[in-house]
């Protein structure tokens, strides 16, 4: 009798102990949250402070009429010390534009788009992507793309929802990256 009480307080203790594990968060995406919700109160803080650059571009998407896109970037502005090539002479006047997060948005035809992308300021590395799209059916749903080492940590979202462009995503946050560092540094381009 004993024994069986002993096997059944073991098996409720640790029944306990997985569901409070199961309860913990992930360290890496509480982190990653965190400072999505920084930069987003930090971009509406700053809201036309100069730390801003926004664009525009209208085209048309065939059998959908006109869409319009607009990027926000989000940079901080940073005076320090630049070596463009090797041989070059250092300029102390160089201001560094760590980009922080960029927002998306566009429209398919009445269909209303909106991603966000989340940088690390001193790396640049891509750490969080936010995605909204519709689903076979019309419905609207959200994806949370989490990165770690510049690789896909985990993905937040509907099961079934489409995962074949999730690679992708990486390589459509570096063109934006890309894109914002030619234009911030050639702006009558």
Known sequence: MMKKLRQILLAS??????????????????????????????????KGMGNEMVTTINYT???????????????????GT???????????????????????????GKKKYNEDYLFEPSSQRLL???????????KRYERQFYFQDNSIYTVIGPEGADSSMDEFIYYRAEDLRRGFDFLIRNPKE
């Open 13 to 46: 203790c640790m029944m306990a102990a997985l569901a409070v594990a199961a309860e913990q968060p992930d360290p890496v995406v509480s982190s990653i949250q965190t400072a999505y919700r920084q930069a987003k109160e930090s971009s509406k803080k700053n």
């Open 61 to 79: 998407v065939r059998g959908n009429g006109t869409t319009t896109e607009t990027i926000h970037f989000y940079f901080n502005t940073v005076q």
């Open 82 to 108: 630049y070596l463009l090539n090797e041989g070059d002479d250092i300029d102390p006047h160089f201001f560094y534009y760590p980009l922080y997060l960029v927002t998306r948005s566009y429209n398919i």
């Open 128 to 138: 969080y992507v936010s995605t909204q799209d519709y689903d076979e059916n019309g």
